[in-house]
């Protein structure tokens, strides 16, 4: 398996819309921590930003962290803190780009996923190629029913969406994360 020292993940909660299309900051979920984090550990990503600007969310982001980080849950489960260590809580997506910039000097590529059609700029192989030359990149996940369109315009590249048996298109974040991160860093995707 190829392992992509500069790739880093996002999980954005705002600025993403609701079923109305209305920009909102979306609630962060246990759920998404975790089996995101195990998913980004499993595929060699560097670091995990959860994004939110919301007090009361990134407080209890921090306290999921810490249980199975530095808590009994890390105790209890080894292999689940050594996921929650890669995560990473972050104002917007700009300061998570900043951190990245520290990290790596230099700025990373901004690369957005979406279940729209039509908003594909850049392939999965195109992105593989890009991480194998060492260039850093964040890539965004959307909650809530998506990303708000201020962050395809700052992005630098949109992947394609995940294309199923039918028209039906809603997977969750979780399920769609470890789908493109086996694509671009799987062993049955690389080369």
Request: hydrophobic share 40%; glycine share 8%; proline share 4%.
């Amino acid at each position: 398996m190829t392992i992509f020292c500069s790739l880093y993940i996002a999980l954005t909660h705002c600025p993403v819309t609701n079923k109305n299309g209305e920009i909102i900051a979306s609630a962060v979920t246990n759920l998404d921590l975790h089996d995101i984090a195990r998913t980004g550990k499993t595929y060699g990503v560097a670091a995990f930003y959860v994004i939110t600007p919301l007090t009361d969310q990134k407080d209890l982001a921090e306290k999921i962290v810490l249980h199975w980080t530095q808590g009994a849950g890390g105790v209890y489960n080894p292999a689940r803190r050594d996921a929650l260590e890669l995560v990473k809580i972050s104002d917007s997506i700009e300061s998570a780009m900043s951190d990245i910039e520290k990290r790596e000097g230099k700025r990373p590529c901004l690369v957005a996923t979406t279940a729209e059609k039509g908003r594909s700029t850049l392939g999965f192989e195109g992105l593989r190629e890009k991480l194998a030359d060492g260039a850093p990149c964040l890539l965004l996940f959307g909650t809530a029913w998506g990303m708000a369109n201020e962050v395809f315009e700052k992005a630098d590249h949109v992947l394609p969406p995940i294309d199923g048996a039918g028209d039906y298109n809603h997977l969750s974040v979780r399920c769609a994360s470890a789908i493109i991160l086996d694509r671009l860093a799987g062993p049955n995707h690389t080369g």
